[in-house]
């Protein structure tokens, strides 16, 4: 998956690709949506399994980054401040939020009987764009039922473009949608993988650039009046290099230079939330004793890991677009990319 080579663009990458050039190439992580595309209906959930069970009694470490906050996801404040993950991370429209936290709250309830009981309370996060553009999301159409399903449905290869919660989201001025790539890098002898998966809703026509190449430029054929970059992009970054939750958010900031390789300003109404975990080490519900011990690489060596971070998140980003198709809504019609991009080669 990723951006496909018979696209004919070059992304220039340092680092390699994983096996299938996905966020699930790092072990453990799964990845699962509900779509919806009925009419003026364009929504969905995506749910990114950092483990694969047991997230709240074992934690990921993580952290996150508010590039701009022009967003309403929940849940981010407990994951700064203890530097753990304890549930699936869902992707859904805005409206759809409250929705998902509370199927997501139910679905970790029945998994563990102890919360809010003999322990703490759980931690869900929810992320959101707005996909009001092409779906009727007054009507309030993702169910908790969806949340479940995008749960239990998880799994290693999973699609990219407008599907689950990227179903109605348009990006460029063109469609948006999930997409996810992954990098592999060597450290100390060992191999490791980073993994990026997004959801695009940002940008404005003329924008976007795919490894340098100015190609919103190219298919406008003129130079873009200036237009807000109104939208959001939710990024997610996974590892299982042993970081410390300090050091994922130093890999989740770096989240903003991606979105200035693909033409994203970050706009004033953007919403751009990038969060970063790593499965390397867990934190436990129920300790043994009073003292931790968690192995970390030293900052020294963490550029490499930048790098790759950057790298899959951009590819991410252009995969998104590339294999999200055609979608129409509320009287309105966002084309994908490639349909676009491939009609403009023909008719040069």
Known sequence: MGLPKESGFDLYPVYPSGENNLITDVP???VGHVTHHDGDINTGVTAILPRKEEWFRDKVIAGSSVINGFGKSVGLVQVDELGTIEAPILMTNTLSIGTCLTGMVKYMLRKNPAICKNTTSINCVVTECNDAAINDARGLHVAEEDVYKAVDTASVVFEEGAVGGGAGMTCMGFKGGIGS???VIELGGKTFTVGGLVMTNFGGPGTFVIGGRHVGLEILNRRPKPVPDIGSIILVTATDLPLSA??????ANRA???LGRVGSTMGTQSGDISIAFSTANVVEQYPEGPFSSINYIHDYYLDGVFTAAVEALEESVVSALWHAET??????TFRG?????????NNR
């Not at 300090?246 to 890999?251: A, D, E, I």
């Not at 990319?337 to 080669?345: A, L, S, Y």
């Open 181 to 183: 790539a992954s990098r």
């Open 327 to 332: 979608t129409s809504g509320n009287g309105q």
């Open 337 to 345: 990319f490639r349909e676009v991009w491939e009609e403009t080669q």
């Open 246 to 251: 300090r050091q994922t958010k130093r890999l």
């Open 256 to 258: 903003a230079a991606a």
């Open 28 to 30: 453990g992580v799964l």
